[in-house]
């Protein structure tokens, strides 16, 4: 079962402290979303986890130091899906989600049958089967979540991490990518998700952790973090908060003042 | 290369120089004996140096002290040397300029006055015109009898030579593959040494360029180069070490001998001799 | 599917084949009409010293140069586009050819030259290394692609401004034909002396920028999806860099800086494979060298009274290319 552990934290960009003293613990089969208002370190944390910034304190995977794992052996441990849909060459799709073979591939070897498969069942998971000779950069904004969410799970990494996957995507396919996450949680793995929708947060998380000014302000059920309080505390604005169903709603009003 | 290009230019214009020489500008008269002569370009240097007293030199040219390129540099050193400039000309007010040729020099054109003496002297290309120059230069300067000591002493010099050449071929291969042609003073030196010029053979112009494969195939009995190349400075100089080229026996003469029609032509005459003399007898 | 696309091993084949035709016509034409029989005879050891000599001391290092040339230059193209995820980066638009030039024209004009012969192709790597450097400083983190070729035409017109002021200060009368040969190219009149200062360093530079193809197609997600599939962005830069110096410099040390190879050759092989940046390094290599023979052979066929700098012949293919680029930008700039 793998495990993501956070070991106070801390990381500064620049003269910018950016994350104080975070620690939280992430285990296998639960979806958790991290939320926070911009600026907040949110996907700084992210990255910390992944060792793409310089970070105080111990960020662990498995209970190995992500900093002093090989490369190559934590990218078979978390997929990840960064921010924007950053797309630098004309690939075929097929080719883009074979990408996410590139951590299990021996040196000077080509893709194997087992690759092929892992691409084919990302690909179905995905639902991109059909684009597979598409270019991708021709896709629309839509199509091209799901691809590069493909490229993410065909790495078969038992840990998930998407930053913000749902931005510049309309509500049909913001909630077919909050399906997949739940998916991927359903199955076992353990999924980490940067968002800013807290109502679709609400809905499909198992977890949430609020951070604000690079800090833990709550963790735990959407019903525990989400309260009208904090978002006015967290983000400056008025809501309404219905914790009556399996799921809290969010009505938001306006600015707080 | 820069200067022999230039000089044959020149000679391919030489028609146009004494046409500007001839036309009827207003020239102030020359003084007997002047006593500020500047030198406009590397080959009148020559001729001033050979011919005027050091005290009559006002200016020569930059130049004027390489021993690459200028025959007399040692003794040129301490004369002011001038950078083709106008100001500088004009600074000195000379009683004579000296140009070889005179016309299309930019300085001179620049000055405010037009009416300095000139000596405006044709380009060599022959020993005859050499002969020429000197003595025009020799009696502009005030002092035509150490003219016509030089020419006797360079007649009796070559009066003796032998032509060891024995119509055998040579190519004048300069920097970066410029080949000398017929109609030069170096297509005449090598005649007066019994070579046979292979740009005459292969009927190129003045100045060609004559890559290393045309070289090759043309089999020349000697390569005529320029002393400053012998050891490779640059890209222009080390295509004359190529190995394709290196078996062809070579003469090698300071640039500074042929470069102006000047009076170090017969040193530079005696010079290729030499050097055939020595590359025959090492064959034997 | 990409319709142009093919399946590797045959586009591979192709443009080998392309190449030893290039190579061929190298070898059989040049300033002196020689027969192909008495080439052959020759080549068999059993020919006239005139035709040996030509084809054994002037077209056959010619040739090789041309091709180790051609086949750096389009590979340090294709692994710097794919590095820097711009279709436009290649080490002459990027001001490498330039520096490198200037680090051979002070090893030359300074004598540096003269202490060994390793000094040549040292410094000549020297000064690519440290525009590269100076250029990855320069343009930063920034996006935008625009930023990456002005701070290559910054680094550019300086080296280009050091190897006249280099020229200028050093002794040599003959600075402005120099300059010429060093800024536009040539092959004319190379050696096999040459070559052994040549292929070494294309060899190891070479060797250096094929390995980075996963890096590479790695980076077409960005940076940090890519080290979150395994990437060390660091060595992979660090070899990027050292290789793309070593190869280059080597190569420049002895033709000058030939531009626009690594910007025509990627352009041309892309549309042929599946357009992934590990695709195009070998066919790149290969092409490279194809290209720059045909164009070396060009500057030969073409009656001028002087032989034409290659680096004219590769700008007239270069620069429509890059406009075509460029006019694709503009819409983003």
Not at chain 2, 78 to 93: C, F, K, R
Not at chain 3, 4 to 20: D, E, H, Q
């Amino acid at each position: 079962m793998v495990s993501i552990t956070l070991n106070d934290i801390g990381v500064t960009l620049g003269r910018r402290t950016v994350v104080h003293g975070v620690s939280a613990a992430f285990r296998a089969g639960t979806l958790t979303g991290i939320v926070g208002p911009n600026g907040a370190g949110k996907s700084t944390l992210a990255r910390a986890m992944l060792a793409l910034v310089p970070a105080s304190g111990r960020a662990e995977v498995d209970g190995i130091d992500v900093t002093a794992m090989p490369r190559a052996d934590l990218a078979r441990r978390i997929a990840y899906v960064p921010q924007g849909q950053t797309l630098h060459w004309p690939l075929t799709v097929e080719r883009l989600v074979g990408l996410g073979r590139l951590p299990h591939l021996a040196p000077m070897s080509r893709i194997s049958d087992a690759d092929s498969a892992a691409i084919e069942r990302a690909m179905a998971r995905a639902d991109v089967l059909e684009l597979r000779d598409r270019i991708a950069t021709e896709l629309s904004g839509g199509e091209r979540a799901r691809v590069l969410f493909a490229r993410a799970l065909a790495v078969e990494a038992p840990a998930l991490i998407a930053d913000e996957p749902l931005a510049s995507l309309d509500p049909g396919h913001q909630i077919d990518v909050m399906d997949m996450l739940r998916a991927e949680a359903a199955g076992g793995g353990l999924v980490i998700a940067v968002l800013h929708d807290l109502t679709l947060a609400a809905r499909y998380c198992d977890r949430l952790l609020l951070i604000d000014g690079g800090r833990i302000v709550a963790d735990g059920t959407p019903t525990e973090v989400l309260t009208a309080e904090r978002l006015r505390a967290v983000y400056g604005i008025d809501a309404a908060v219905e914790t009556g169903g399996e799921w809290p709603t969010i009505t938001l009003f306006g600015r707080a003042r | 290369m820069r200067a022999r290009a230039l000089a044959a230019a020149a000679a391919l214009l030489g028609g146009a120089g004494l046409l500007w020489a001839t036309s009827p500008a207003p020239r102030a008269k020359a003084p007997a004996v002047p006593q500020r002569i500047v030198s406009i370009n590397l080959c009148a240097d020559q001729l001033v140096l050979a011919l005027a007293d050091r005290g009559q030199i006002a200016g020569l040219t930059k130049n004027a002290t390489d021993i690459e390129m200028s025959g007399e540099a040692a003794k040129a050193y301490g004369i002011p040397l001038l950078s083709n400039s106008a100001e500088q000309i004009l600074a000195i007010e000379p009683d004579l300029i000296v140009g070889m040729p005179a016309s299309r020099s930019a300085a001179l054109r620049a000055l405010p006055r037009q009416d300095y003496p000139l000596l405006d002297l044709a380009t060599a290309n022959t020993l005859g015109e050499i002969y020429t120059s000197i003595r025009e230069t020799a009696a502009a300067v005030g002092h035509p009898e150490r003219g016509s000591a030089l020419i006797a002493r360079m007649q009796g010099e070559l009066a003796g030579l032998p032509k060891p050449g024995k119509g055998r071929v040579a190519a004048y291969y300069q920097r970066r593959g410029y080949m000398t042609g017929t109609g030069t003073l170096i297509d005449e030196l090598m005649g007066r040494v019994g070579l046979v010029n292979l740009a005459g053979k292969l009927g190129k112009p003045p100045l060609s360029q004559l890559s290393l494969e045309e070289m090759v195939a043309a089999q020349p009995d000697f390569l005529i180069v320029e002393s400053a190349t012998d050891v490779v400075t640059d890209q222009g100089s080390e295509m004359l070490h190529h190995p394709a080229i290196k078996d062809i026996p070579r003469i090698s003469i300071p640039q500074a001998w042929t470069v102006c029609s000047s009076p170090a032509y017969t040193q530079a005459a005696r010079s290729i001799t030499a050097q055939i003399a020595r590359i025959d007898g090492d064959r034997s | 599917m990409n319709r142009f696309a093919l399946p590797r091993w045959s586009l591979i084949a192709a443009l080998l084949l392309l190449t030893l035709v290039a190579a061929i016509g190298s070898l059989l034409f040049g300033a002196v009409d020689l027969s192909v029989a008495r080439l052959i005879a020759a080549a068999t050891g059993d020919g006239d010293g005139v035709a040996s000599v030509i084809l054994f001391d002037l077209r056959l290092p010619r040739t090789i140069l041309a091709l180790g040339v051609g086949a750096i230059l389009g590979l340090a193209g294709a692994a710097l586009q794919g590095y820097l995820r711009n279709p436009l980066a290649e080490p002459s638009v990027l001001g490498t050819s330039n520096a490198a030039a200037l680090g051979g024209v002070a090893a030359l004009y300074f004598g540096i030259a003269e202490l060994h012969p390793v000094m040549l192709p040292l410094l000549a790597t020297g000064g690519a290394l440290l525009s590269l450097a100076l250029l990855f400083i320069l343009s930063g983190k920034a996006e935008s692609p625009l930023t990456l070729i002005l701070a290559g035409i910054a680094v550019g017109t300086l080296a280009v401004a050091g190897t006249s002021l280099a020229l200028n200060l050093s002794p040599n009368p003959f600075a402005a034909m120099e300059i010429m040969t060093w800024l536009l190219g040539s092959l004319e009149n190379r050696s096999f002396d040459h070559v052994w200062i040549a292929l070494p360093c294309i060899a190891i530079g070479g060797a250096m920028l094929l390995w980075n193809g996963r890096a590479l197609d790695a980076l077409t997600l960005g940076e940090d999806a890519a080290q979150a599939l395994g990437t060390d962005l660091r060595r992979t830069r660090l070899r990027l860099l050292i290789g793309t110096a070593i190869g280059v410099g080597g190569a420049v040390a002895v033709s000058g800086a030939i531009g626009f190879v690594g910007l025509i050759v990627p352009h041309l092989i892309r549309p042929l494979t599946d357009r992934s940046p590990s695709a195009i390094l070998l066919p790149s290599a290969i092409g490279g060298a194809a290209l720059l023979t045909l164009a070396d052979l060009g500057v030969r066929i073409i009656p001028t009274t002087n032989e034409l700098k290659l680096g004219v012949v590769t700008a007239f293919l270069g620069v429509p290319i890059f406009l075509l680029h460029l006019m694709r930008e503009r819409r983003i700039w």
